[in-house]
């Protein structure tokens, strides 16, 4: 019988690229949707091609809790989400944790998106510098940016990834910036955590476009030798009904111990990174917007709340 290695890796611990087996794929002529959810009862994949109806059941693969279905390929665009039935009888709808694209809030649902990785990158000359550039001997002067708010049209829509590129990345080479650092632009619900409370931590938010349109903003401020990091929030995720909160039912991304689970100041939950399938999710995470997206860094986010035990508690 053939050993599933992406699963048993992840379970190790060990799987550093886990958004390549989890999530929504085209395998060949049909559609591959994997979740871990190892406290539920069941699990279905349920979305427009249903009419969000009772879904696609879906089959437990692994005992750690992956669950498994295929489906014909989906057209760009459809929304999903998870319908997981938990043991004590509740019904959820969650969000893919891996998913690629996410509407745009206050709605909710995944979103298949085939064009994530298509983009065609001009950057090749500017990442093969990047190994001999001398990053210790050199200046470098970082503009701290929020998307949402740097510039917005008069009647307080956003700008587009795409407008952004036109004036954000010519106004930083102006000013003499070597590196725009974005506030977090991975998918989240409340504006006013400018980002700090993530959802959809493989998805870029679709409060600027697309996927595609996110790659065209990095390959631009490549293109104008500026460097891209983004903020990075590994700590803790806050507790929105379709998120990573208690995802199957029970505490699972979060500690298990009502003694280090919460985070009360912030209204959020500490992620669980003794937990070999969360250390997965994260670490795969970093891996993916500097592989995908060839974001050049990473500042990560409260890291004193994951180095320290007593953080934020009583003693």
Not at 88 to 106: I, S
Not at 236 to 254: I, S, T, V
Not at 299 to 309: E, F, G, K, P
Request: glycine share 8%; net charge negative; aromatic share 18%.
């Amino acid at each position: 019988m053939a050993v599933n290695l992406p699963a048993y890796y992840f379970h190790q611990g060990t799987n550093y690229k886990a958004y390549e087996y989890f999530g929504a794929h085209v395998s060949g002529e049909k559609m591959t949707f994997r979740v871990w959810a190892p406290n539920a009862e069941s699990v279905s994949l349920c979305g427009d091609f249903d009419s969000w109806g009772e879904g696609i059941p879906m089959c437990r693969i692994t005992d750690g809790g992956i669950w498994e279905t295929f489906t014909d390929i989906l057209p760009e665009g459809t929304r999903y989400k998870f319908r997981i039935r938990t043991t004590d009888g509740r019904e959820l709808m969650k969000a893919d944790p891996y998913a690629f694209f996410a509407e745009k809030p206050p709605e909710t649902a995944s979103v298949v998106c085939h064009s994530a990785f298509s983009y065609e990158w001009g950057d090749a000359a500017y990442l093969s510098s990047r190994p001999r550039a001398d990053e210790y001997g050199r200046p470098i002067n970082v503009y701290e940016v929020h998307l949402g708010s740097w510039k917005r049209h008069e009647d307080n829509s956003y700008y587009s990834y795409t407008e952004l590129a036109d004036e954000l990345i010519p106004y930083a080479k102006q000013m003499g910036y070597t590196h725009i650092e974005l506030m977090p632009i991975a998918e989240h619900p409340f504006d006013g955590s400018w980002g700090y409370q993530v959802t959809g931590y493989y998805a870029p938010t679709s409060r600027f476009g697309t996927p595609e349109d996110f790659c065209a903003f990095v390959d631009a401020a490549h293109g104008a030798g500026i460097g891209i990091i983004l903020d990075w929030v590994p700590a803790h995720f806050p507790k929105d009904a379709h998120g990573l909160y208690e995802f199957d039912g029970q505490p699972l991304y979060e500690y298990q111990g009502w003694d280090k689970m919460e985070h009360k100041v912030w209204g959020t939950r500490f992620f669980d990174l003794g937990r070999n399938e969360v250390q997965c999710f994260l670490i795969s995470n970093a891996v993916y917007w500097c592989e995908k997206y060839h974001v050049d860094g990473l500042r990560t986010d409260a890291v004193s709340s994951m180095l320290y035990l007593d953080y934020d508690r009583e003693a």
